[in-house]
């Protein structure tokens, strides 16, 4: 049982860290990216790896997608801290690890993770419970997107500094908001300090799509409403 405060995370972000962690458990190395930390955060039921949506051959483009993308981001924040870039905002955190397992490079940033509240709540107690703790230079920023949450100056009093450049990632969020959200989001961040960089996932259109991965579409675009 969770209260209002500490709502369990949605269903996509659970089956993001399970496949998270099948790549590891199921896919033959090298891997793009090893975690299993949200594998623990969620501590499924025994038999978590027979589900529908985790079978091994169906999963694979999705598996591949998910570690793809945040293999990219990680190397792109990489690459910017190194280039003296101190800020890293995740729009949609979800159960994102990055922090957990790369502290060498997180500990000379300052991490804004955004989220809803409830969810980010369960997480932010689990992360405690599992001894990760929370480091100063982790902040969990909770906003309501779609409720018109007024997310910029949320994150300004987390900490935030506008005027200085940092990361943006946004994954898995757009084919979950409205046109006028995700618009308001980008003009926000399209106000960023000079050598800030936004990293942002979408779905491409059915049509657009290559035949053999419409199913998958269909049934993620299904979901998303």
């Not at 107690?125 to 902040?139: H, S, T």
């Amino acid at each position: 049982m969770h209260d209002k405060q500490t709502a369990a995370p949605d269903s996509t972000a659970v089956r993001v860290a399970l496949w998270r962690a099948m790549h590891v458990q199921a896919d033959p190395p090298p891997h793009v990216l090893e975690d299993e930390i949200g594998l623990r955060l969620v501590a499924p039921e025994d038999g978590w790896r027979r589900r529908p949506d985790m079978e091994p051959h169906f999963t694979s483009r999705f598996r591949a997608t998910i570690v793809a993308r945040a293999r990219f981001i990680e190397d792109l924040v990489a690459g910017q801290a190194g280039q003296g870039v101190g800020q890293y905002v995740i729009l949609g955190a979800g159960l994102d690890t990055f922090a957990q397992r790369r502290p060498e490079i997180a500990s000379r940033l300052r991490i804004f993770e955004v989220d809803q509240p409830g969810p980010q709540a369960w997480k932010r107690q689990r992360l405690i419970e599992l001894g990760y703790g929370i480091p100063e230079w982790l902040r969990f920023v909770p906003v309501d997107f779609e409720a018109g949450d007024a997310w910029w100056q949320r994150l300004a009093a987390a900490g935030f500094d506008a005027g200085q450049p940092a990361v943006v990632a946004s994954t898995g969020v757009s084919m979950y908001l409205t046109k006028d959200a995700i618009a308001a989001t980008l003009r926000q961040v399209a106000a960023l300090a000079p050598g800030s960089t936004l990293a942002m996932t979408f779905l491409l259109p059915l049509e657009l799509a290559e035949p053999e991965e419409r199913p998958g579409h269909e049934a993620a675009e299904k979901g998303a409403r």
